[in-house]
């Protein structure tokens, strides 16, 4: 099974990429020459919908494998580029409709960016990096924006995003979360429903059929919405903590590491730029 994160959805473990793969059977002749084909993990553990979660043995030692150290490295390097970028566009660009147009344009730039490594089948830090510097632009913009307005907004929902990611990844590590196949496949089904609803949503506001945001109103609904939202952040967290604590049972390539941290990163912008409106409708209601 491949990760319903969208980062990792056309990536999965596959066995072209050297190492254990999910719902891969153990291929025949595939033995010859490769040391990692009596991997203890090459049956998925997906493959049955209810079972345990244990910390597995670690896969053999060897060189060029992804580590957790690699995973926070690269992680705190994408995130940093993303804060970076976040306070040179706050600094420099004053809240205007050119910094606007600015941020809406960077905005479209990472997307394609983050599309175009989705796609690939290896890891390109160029491409992940220059996401992670225009989404950054994108979000100090906005910020800045909400800042204007609700004074204190972005430093409460950097705390907030903290508080969701502290607690999911406590929560997953405690072992009340158990990531199956079926927990995905429900989680994934919910998130593709929210997205198109969302997208309904915009287009009936843009046709002025839905007043004041529709479902993104800043009132109650809007606020039950970015809840959900919210929720569907933290689902996507335990899959990429799954993801990586598998690509590092599974002997994953130390280059796989950046995929992971860009998966992180995707996640953890979805969970603050929704925290960021939950804390606008709440403080309106103040």
Known sequence: MRSSNPVFSRRGFSRDNGYAGFNTAAQAGYAQGNPYAQNPYAQNPYARQDVQYGAPPQAPATTDRMTMDDVVMRSALTLGTVAVG???AWVLLPVSATSYGLAFGAA?????LGLVQSF???PSPALI????AFEGVFLGVISEMYNSRWSGAPFQAVLGTLAVAGATLL???AGWIRVTARYARIGTAIAIAFVLVMAVNLL???F???ENGGLRSMGPLGAIVGIIAIVLGAFFLTLDFKQIEDGIAYGAPRNESWLAAFGLTVTLVWIYVEMLRLVAIFSNND
């Open 120 to 122: 690939k089948r290896t």
């Open 204 to 206: 009936l506001v843009a």
């Open 171 to 173: 929560v997953y590590k």
């Open 86 to 88: 976040a306070v040179l």
């Open 129 to 132: 990096l220059g996401y992670a």
């Open 108 to 112: 479209i730039i990472a997307m394609v």
């Open 208 to 210: 002025g059929v839905a």
